[in-house]
């Protein structure tokens, strides 16, 4: 995109933002997703896929007031979380994917990244938001994958290096880690 280009969407941006709530954070942000959920909806009906979606909410409200967060929007299959720390999303991270791999529900692939972000009405929109978004649709079934920038010194959590991956609509490879509890 040029920079003419960019200077527009940026002045159309903040024009768009004035009179809300529009404001800047630091924090970290996680998203969520079940997978093989379209796959389960297919198999078992719409009364299941809504149970599954209403259990991943309940969990995931449960989870984020638990590690000092809270849930941003459920996304039909999947959830956005907020933490104003990363070392809050990954231990978070942690907790969700276990509790959804010990219900009833398809196994989940997490995403978290952190950085500065823009806060509007209730939701989380920037570049951070974006990568981890797109952190999770890279992530294995049943694994938390964390961008460098969400990186901690939690002894209790593990970091195993996936490598830069090449995600969709970032200009730059991004470093992630695969996330664990540490035995």
């Not at 009364?47 to 039909?76: C, D, N, S, Y």
């Not at 979380?81 to 991270?93: G, H, I, P």
């Not at 692939?109 to 999770?136: F, K, L, S, T």
């Amino acid at each position: 995109m040029s920079s003419g280009r960019r200077s527009v969407y940026v002045g159309m941006n903040l024009e768009m933002l004035a009179g809300t709530d529009a404001d800047t954070a630091e924090g970290a942000v996680v998203f969520a997703d079940l997978c093989d959920y379209t796959r389960a909806c297919e198999q078992l009906g719409d009364v299941a896929a809504a149970r599954m979606a209403v259990t991943l909410q309940r969990i995931a409200e449960h989870v984020a007031r638990a590690h000092f967060g809270h849930v941003v929007k459920m996304l039909g299959d999947g959830v956005h979380l907020y933490f104003a720390t990363a070392e809050d999303a990954v231990a978070a991270s942690l907790d969700l994917l276990a509790r959804v791999c010990s219900s009833e529900l398809p196994c989940a692939r997490v995403g978290v990244n952190a950085g500065p972000m823009i806060e509007a009405n209730g939701d989380y929109y920037g570049r951070a938001v974006n990568i981890a978004a797109r952190i999770a649709a890279q992530a294995t079934p049943g694994s938390v994958f964390v961008g460098e920038a969400a990186m901690t010194r939690d002894p209790g959590v593990r970091f195993e290096r996936v490598g830069p991956l090449q995600l969709r609509g970032v200009a730059q490879d991004v470093t992630v880690y695969r996330a664990t509890a540490a035995a």
